[in-house]
């Protein structure tokens, strides 16, 4: 038995970790920390998403107040 991700899940799916990969480029995290999410949203398309939605370095542009 296996899971396929396909159709406009995988298109979503496929745009949103193209998103996470671009955000974590430009993010002031260091190289090797950039390079293992990388990894992780490559090889584990949904798992590593997630878990870079949740974890993953976050953005020091956002507005305080």
């Not at 949203?41 to 974890?55: C, E, H, N, S, T």
């Amino acid at each position: 038995m296996s899971i396929e991700i396909g159709g406009i899940f995988g298109f979503i799916l496929l745009a949103l970790d193209i998103w996470a990969i671009v955000s974590l480029l430009s993010s002031q995290t260091s190289n090797a920390a950039k390079v293992g999410w990388i990894l992780a949203i490559i090889m584990l398309p949904l798992l590593g998403f997630v878990a870079w939605f949740f974890l993953g370095p976050r953005s020091l542009d956002q507005d305080i107040g």
